[in-house]
């Protein structure tokens, strides 16, 4: 027999760490370029590019960048919103816990959705600010 406590799954914080990975992305591919070389820091670039090749990568094909974190934000934004529902184990100690995770979770995808904008302020928009 199955008991209620284990059918109810605590809210994972995967998704919103994905976000985040994916939105730190847009930050590596356009932002950092962007802010290294309007300080003087060229050299600092090249060197970068030197040692991860794979930048140059992502700031050519900055619009599947942004792609891949926009669709990965949005179907992490689904799920935090989906588990915002989801009940919570009666021990106090284990329903605490599933409340930080909601939390955690909520502000990971925050601190991702930021770093989206960010990047993809320095991709698009600054660029023709600058010029």
């Known amino acids: ?78 799920w935090q919103w989906h588990a915002r529902s989801l009940p919570c184990p009666a021990d106090p100690q284990k329903a605490r816990a599933c409340n930080r995770l909601r939390r955690i979770g909520w502000v990971l995808w925050w601190i991702s959705v930021a770093a989206y904008l960010i990047g993809a302020f320095f991709a698009f928009f600054a660029v023709h600010l600058l010029i």
């Open 1 to 78: 027999m199955i008991s209620v406590e284990n059918e109810i799954k605590p809210p994972s914080v995967l998704p919103a760490t994905l976000a985040l990975f994916t939105s730190v992305s847009t930050l590596i591919c356009c932002a950092l370029p962007a802010v290294l070389v309007s300080l003087g820091m060229g050299a600092v670039m090249a060197g970068l590019i030197e040692t991860v090749p794979g930048i140059t990568w992502l700031g050519a094909n900055k619009l599947i960048v942004f792609a891949v974190a926009g669709v990965v934000l949005a179907i992490s934004g689904a």
